[in-house]
């Protein structure tokens, strides 16, 4: 093996060399040459660059912003440059700009490496992107009963606090089973909900995807295929999915068949709405259970972190735990559970939507330029290049934030008091100045399922536990890796149930 591994060294370092000359004679450098660089633009010494921005994404990116703010600047990784813009005319312009002059699907591809982590025909054929826009975004409040009730059962099992002593548990991990159970309770319903293997493999595509991609994206785009195809564990994962999925979707073809497309007792979830829409080809049960799994990994990771986010943030500022109590406990008394009373709750919606504000990874808008195109401050952007939109630096600038690195619980609440314009600074609503979900027509497809179903856990939180961090510790750092940001995934938060706990 020794042996094999030397002799293959000089056909290795051959095409480094050739790699590395044509790089040199068709360099991004010499395209991007205009637009300048934060770190090294060099041949050889922006992967020196590339390196650092592994560890210090988010300093390169903050750096960049500041001094090229309402312009663009670039910043080196290690199979590309990556284009940064920032202010409102530029952000403006990607929202207005053609998908065949600045395409989502292909930067989403990019930064996700679908073809390798979920699938081709996910970036061929993104049908399923609609169904999260359209018919979940309406369903929610027609299946928010069956949401509280499983948040309710799944906290009960997996949080089993007593309300004589404290417990210790890792939350990223708890939180993980609790958002997969309560996701797919409106996605494929019970029993399968709540099924062992089914919710371990959506937990674990959910990170193979997150790690397979970050790994993947780690290397240059020719070594790319040989990479995806070790690490890739997709093949396996859509068969677990479809032994699973298969006797739902064949029920409901033999239904459809017999009865027309509104049958009588036609389930209300994501398998009938996906076959309400798919046609030929795309009814085929292996092609239903990808999309079923890429949904999942979609709402399962950011739904994760932000209310792991949330978990550290109420344990951190323990002075916002009774002013949000107050507000639940009236409003519940009041309408009880439901998607209208939850509408309600500013100071909930607030402190979610600040602790996102701060736990936001540094690039969104990501977008690949088809062909060259023009800004409207005249910079230009070559095709092939990617682009996006320096989200954590905007959420940080003391120009649009007062006190923007501070942790502020109530700062949008008291927006939407003091101004005219209170909905704009709800959670789930879009804002220039606010890029959680985005912006425009490629603006997250099921942030109002999401922003739902984190308020939703949150109330119940408050209702029914204490929570404090081990030995009243700080808040645990978040991770970066590049651009991209992450909980803690090991440290733990102590839970006791209340005395006057209420899941009415």
């Not at 020794?2 to 370092?13: I, Y």
Request: hydrophobic content about 40%; proline content about 5%.
């Amino acid at each position: 093996m020794m042996a094999e591994t030397f002799a293959a060294l000089p056909v290795f370092t051959a095409s480094l060399a050739l790699y590395l000359a044509w790089k040199c004679f068709n360099s991004e450098t010499r395209k991007l040459r205009h637009i300048p660089t934060v770190g090294s633009s060099g041949i050889i010494s922006s992967y020196f660059s590339a390196l650092r921005f592994l560890r210090h994404g988010r300093e390169f990116i903050h750096e960049g912003h500041t001094k090229y703010y309402g312009t663009a600047f670039k910043v080196p990784t290690m199979s590309k440059y990556l284009v940064l813009v920032s202010g409102s005319q530029m952000l403006e312009d990607i929202k207005q700009a053609k998908d065949d002059h600045l395409s989502f699907e292909d930067a989403a591809a990019e930064t996700v490496q679908t073809d390798y982590t979920l699938g081709r025909q996910i970036r061929m054929d993104p049908y399923h992107v609609g169904i999260v826009r359209t018919p979940l975004t309406r369903n929610i409040a027609a299946r928010f009963s069956d949401i509280k009730d499983e948040i309710v059962t799944a906290f009960s099992e997996i949080i089993p606090a007593k309300e004589d002593e404290w417990i210790t548990l890792p939350v990223l991990p708890a939180m993980l089973k609790i958002v997969c159970r309560t996701s797919n309770r409106v996605f494929v319903g019970l029993p399968l909900c709540r099924d062992p293997d089914y919710r371990q493999l959506n937990e674990q595509f959910t990170i193979n995807v997150v790690i397979g991609a970050r790994i993947i994206n780690m290397f240059p785009k020719f070594l790319r295929p040989i990479v995806g195809r070790i690490l890739t564990r997709v093949p396996a994962s859509i068969k677990r999915a479809v032994e699973h999925l298969r006797p739902l979707i064949e029920e409901q073809l033999v239904q459809e068949e017999k009865y027309g497309k509104n049958w009588p007792d036609k389930p209300n979830n994501l398998i009938s709405w996906m076959l309400d829409e798919a046609k030929g080809p795309q009814r085929d049960v292996e092609d239903l259970a990808v999309r079923v799994l890429t949904i999942n990994f979609a709402a399962i990771h950011t739904t994760t972190n932000a209310i792991t986010n949330v978990l550290f943030n109420l344990a951190a500022y323990p002075e916002y735990v009774t002013p949000m109590r107050e507000e639940v406990q009236a409003i519940i008394d009041a309408e009880g559970w439901s998607k209208s009373s939850m509408a309600k709750m500013h100071k909930v919606d607030s402190f979610v939507k600040e602790t996102q504000r701060l736990g936001l990874g540094a690039v969104a808008m990501s977008r690949k330029a088809v062909k060259d195109f023009t800004f409207s401050n005249g910079i230009t952007v070559p095709a092939g290049t990617y682009l996006g939109v320096s989200t954590y630096a905007t959420h940080m600038d003391g120009k649009i934030y007062e006190d923007a690195h501070e942790f502020r619980g109530f700062r949008f609440a008291e927006m939407r008091d003091e101004g005219s314009e209170a909905l704009k600074h709800q959670f789930a609503s879009l804002n220039p100045n606010y890029l959680a979900f985005g912006a425009g027509r490629h603006a997250c497809p099921g942030r109002s399922f999401a922003a739902n179903e984190v308020k939703a856990m949150l109330v119940y939180i408050l209702l029914n536990y204490d929570v404090k961090f081990p030995n009243d510790g700080p808040r645990p750092d978040d991770m970066w890796i590049q651009a991209t940001i992450a909980p803690n995934r090991t440290a733990a938060v102590m839970f006791k149930k209340r005395k006057t706990a209420c899941v009415a």
